[in-house]
């Protein structure tokens, strides 16, 4: 499975790198804190598909990266394989802003 760190990731997104950002949580959990991406929640995954491309890379998230993986473990029964998991989730992410 592909991983991204938070610090990779910034520097995706300071390149301009062309991927897109999933946020795979609930909506309490956006809602509290966010940095971005599509909403998603894992549960709607499957269902919205059609959301997700397979031309280019997308980038899973979650609190802790946990659930992300799964997802990602799901998706890719689907045929959709440029996907990465952002190691550590959200948690790695406020840690890198630091």
Known sequence: MNQVTATELRQWIEEGREFLLVDIREDWEREAYNFGGVHIPMGSLIASLNEIPKDIDVVMYCEKGIRSVLAIQRL???????LYNLSGGVSAWKRSEQ
């Open 76 to 82: 890719e029964t689907f045929g959709l394989h440029r």
